[in-house]
Structure formats: C-alpha cells, structure tokens
C-alpha cells in the first residue's frame, strides 16, 4: 500500500521560506515514478508545483521556478518542497503525489496523494 | 504551455442521471496524455482516468473518459449521491513538459 505523508510548518511569516516534506512508505522511492507537489489556494483549483526523479532532476511549474526548490533524500524515502519569499498567495493544502515514469519526458498523472498540509502565511 | 478549459463550471444532477463534464485544450495533447481526478473535500484528490480513456485501479465502471486531440470529456452514469465533488482534467503532454490543471468543474448531486 502506497502511502504519503506531508510534514512541517502549518504557519509560514511574510517573506520567509516554506518547507515541506513528504515521507514515502510501502513502495520504493527509486521506483520508476516521479514524485510531485500540488497545492489549492482557498477557493482555488489545483496548482502543479513541481517534480523530481529519484536521480534529482527536477521539473518546475514556470510561474513558481525561481522560488522552488523540490529535492529528493532516497536514504530517507523522502522528498521536500522548499518555496522561497511567500506572500498570502502562497497560502495553500499542499499535496504531495506518485506518478508513473511512462518515459524520459517528464509525462505523468498521479496516482497516490498524500493527505494534504495546510500552510498559512501570516506575520 | 497548454491551457485548459473546463465547462460546465457547476453542474446540478440528480441520484440516477448521467453527467457529462468537457475539458478543452488550447493546443493538442501529445498522446492523449489526458487525466481527470475526483476531489472531495477535506480528502486527497482521486485519481480516475488516465490516457484519456483508461480507469484508475478500484475506479467503478460508471466513471468513463473519451476524446482525443484538444476535446475530452468525462461521464459519470448512474450518478451516487457521493459522486458530489469537484472534477479536474489535468495534462501532462506537452511539449516542453509541464503540467497544466483545469479550472475545475463542480458536480452537485
């Protein structure tokens, strides 16, 4: 049984670095699967954030690259999301998810999610 | 980047009927690489379809993608009163790679 589990801060201030983690257990995460980041603002519909290859290579939504950073601890089964300088935008469930690997290209749904972590951004 | 366009927003149905939900793309997704996902609240985003017309594992045979090119649509026969949530159609062929999530289209039973 695939599970995911989000981790970390519920409360971000203005400015400062969000930091999420996401453990990975019943399955291999050196499996053939990317492994992504979503979120949903309030009221909104699902943003892709990112993904990463259990080699570390990495794909980013390019509305949030310059202030996303996803890496990948395969020691750890684990995979984290760090998001720089957040406003009240960035306010958000944040999701982790498993796709499949269907090739080189990055082309993938997700197919487990984990529970969600709400992150608030106040002072 | 290739965006996609929901319709309808909100669609009102009753225990029994059929539901029909479009997702349009901007431009044609390599592969039908074309998914959709139930999302409940408070609960994890399901996944349903993938490749356009595939059922995810554990997906009842009510729920059915079809189209192709820039045109999909998911129906949902026999509609349950837990069938309530929002759908999204997400894809993920695209050249370069990315992925793009619709709007969203919000089922009312």
């Known amino acids: 049984q695939v599970q995911l589990q989000e981790s970390g801060p519920g409360l971000v201030k203005p400015s400062e670095t969000l930091s999420l983690t996401c453990v990975v257990s019943?399955?291999?995460?050196?499996?053939?699967?990317?492994w992504g980041w979503i979120r949903q603002a309030p009221g909104k519909g699902l943003e892709w954030i990112g993904t990463?290859?259990?080699?570390?290579?990495?794909l980013y939504n390019p509305s949030l690259k310059s202030r996303v950073i996803i890496s990948v601890d395969t020691s750890k089964s684990q995979f984290s999301l760090r998001l720089d300088s957040v406003t009240a935008s960035d306010a958000a469930v944040y999701y982790c998810?498993?796709?499949?690997?269907?090739?080189?290209?990055?082309?993938?749904?997700?197919?487990?999610w984990g529970q969600g972590a709400l992150v608030t951004v106040s002072s | 980047e290739i965006v996609l366009t929901q319709s309808p927003g909100t669609l009102s149905l009753s225990p029994g009927e059929r539901a029909t939900l479009s997702c349009g793309a901007s431009?044609?997704?390599?592969?039908?690489?074309l998914a959709w996902y139930q999302h409940r609240p408070g609960l994890a985003p399901r996944l349903l379809i993938y490749?356009?017309?595939d059922r995810a594992a554990g997906i009842p045979d009510r729920f059915s993608g079809s189209g192709s090119g820039t045109d999909f649509t998911l129906t949902i026969s026999r509609l349950e009163p837990e069938d309530s949530a929002v759908y999204y159609c997400?894809?993920?062929?695209?050249?370069?790679?990315?992925?793009?999530f619709g709007q969203g289209t919000r089922l009312e039973i």
């Open positions: 990463v290859y259990h080699y570390g290579s990495t």
């Open positions: 019943g399955f291999s995460i050196t499996s053939a699967s990317y």
């Open positions: 997400q894809q993920y062929g695209s050249s370069p790679p990315t992925i793009t």
């Open positions: 490749d356009a017309s």
């Open positions: 998810a498993r796709g499949p690997a269907l090739n080189s290209n990055w082309d993938s749904y997700f197919d487990y």
């Open positions: 431009q044609s997704i390599r592969s039908n690489y």
